[in-house]
């Protein structure tokens, strides 16, 4: 098994021709993946970002780059390809707040786009069920 994400700057999608290349390039990885079917690959969603870090436009592109990677569009027909959706888990979700699909209030410190210690509390066990699902499901 083999489990992989982005680090936040990732998440700083400025323009529509940039979102067009990651999704390019995450193609063009799950294309070696499909030459590895004996192994287990789980794909992150790359972290939200701090509110301090970013803008609404930035941050609906990294939205929809996350949604597309953990979605049927990307998944679907590769069996040995799991995702797990870490910036849904982080990033607000509320359509009236201010740093929607930012980093929540909640999972932040500062200015400082690294989840806290609640965050990890919160989502670490969501992302050990995901690892652990994927693998029995491949087995």
């Not at 990885?29 to 794909?43: A, C, I, Q, T």
């Not at 701090?50 to 803008?55: E, F, H, I, Q, S």
């Not at 009236?96 to 209030?105: G, K, Q």
Request: with cysteine; net charge negative.
């Amino acid at each position: 098994m083999i489990v992989f994400k982005s680090c936040f700057p990732a998440s700083q999608i400025e323009s529509e021709a940039q979102l067009r290349q990651y999704k390019d390039w995450y193609l063009g990885m799950r294309d070696v993946m499909d030459r590895h079917p004996e192994k287990l690959f789980v794909v992150m969603s790359p972290p939200p970002l701090n509110p301090a870090a970013t803008d609404p436009e930035a941050a609906a592109r990294a939205r929809a780059f996350a949604a597309w990677l953990t979605s049927d569009a990307y998944l679907a027909g590769h069996p040995n390809v799991a995702a797990f959706d870490f910036f849904d888990a982080l990033a607000e979700g509320d359509p009236d707040a201010p740093d929607l699909n930012m980093l929540r209030a909640d999972y932040r410190d500062g200015d400082d786009s690294h989840p806290n210690q609640t965050a990890n509390e919160l989502v670490g066990p969501q992302f050990v069920d995901t690892v652990i699902s994927a693998a029995e499901g491949f087995r």
